[in-house]
T-cell receptor, first 115, second 112 residues
Framework: GAVVSQHPSRVICKSGTSVKIECRSL??????MFWYRQFPKKSLMLMAT?????????EQGVEKDKFLINHASLTLSTLTVTSAHPEDSSFYIC???????????FGPGTRLTVL | LAKTTQPISMDSYEGQEVNITCSHN???????ITWYQQFPSQGPRFIIQ???TKVTNEVASLFIPADRKSSTLSLPRVSLSDTAVYYC?????????????FGQGTELSVKP
């Protein structure tokens, strides 16, 4: 079946550094991908829509300069958390819809811990 | 995008049938109803999807009434491994490119 992968699965960094998270659709092309953030015991919160070949669309309240999104190809979207701070520590999940089946596949998530 | 409402939590015992109902009063004509399962520290996993009436697969059934303003996920005989959070989502490729907004989900706890 269709698979979406994320890399890395977990990352620990110092405050002030930038962290890049990759999301790949492994056996289908995705012109659109979505990025979510999830805090402990909470639901997924949509951050932004990643669009291949154009700018990402951010949800209200999400800082676009803080969370840089690049959708460089039909199978890869990256989320860069710039100048990370402890409050950015969270579980980041991406998803990609597969057009043929009107189905959305989620990545396994990336646990970010900022010290 | 339509908002969804589900019970926050449910308890069950192994071997029982569990039914989780979700309301989505503002569902659009081109929206599908999809249920996902999520375990801690994992991404959501697709369970079942439907548009109307009843859909059944190897793990669950989905019941959708004619007005489509609600849906019920039925897990036939739950086991301890079905303890997870279940999300009902409404949307589709024809609606903002497949954008999905998660509600609070239902935390299902299965006891021995």
């Amino acid at each position: 079946g269709a698979v979406v992968s994320q890399h890395p699965s977990r990352v620990i960094c110092k405050s002030g550094t930038s962290v890049k998270i990759e999301c790949r659709s492994l056996d289908f092309q995705a012109t659109t991908m979505f990025w979510y953030r999830q805090f402990p015991k909470k639901s997924l919160m949509l951050m932004a829509t990643s669009n291949e070949g154009s700018k990402a669309t951010y949800e209200q309240g999400v800082e676009k300069d803080k969370f840089l999104i690049n959708h460089a190809s039909l199978t890869l979207s990256t989320l860069t958390v710039t100048s990370a701070h402890p409050e950015d520590s969270s579980f980041y999940i991406c998803s990609a819809p597969r057009r043929t089946y009107n189905e959305q596949f989620f990545g396994p998530g990336t646990r970010l811990t900022v010290l | 995008l339509a908002k969804t409402t589900q019970p926050i939590s449910m308890d069950s015992y192994e071997g029982q049938e569990v039914n989780i109902t979700c309301s989505h009063n503002n569902i659009a004509t081109n929206d599908y109803i999809t249920w996902y399962q999520q375990f801690p520290s994992q991404g959501p996993r697709f369970i079942i999807q439907g548009y109307k009436t009843k859909v059944t697969n190897e793990v669950a059934s989905l019941f959708i009434p004619a007005d489509r303003k609600s849906s019920t996920l039925s897990l036939p005989r739950v086991s301890l491994s079905d303890t997870a959070v279940y999300y009902c989502l409404v949307g589709g490729l024809g609606n903002q490119g497949g954008k999905l907004i998660f509600g609070q989900g239902t935390e299902l706890s299965v006891k021995p």
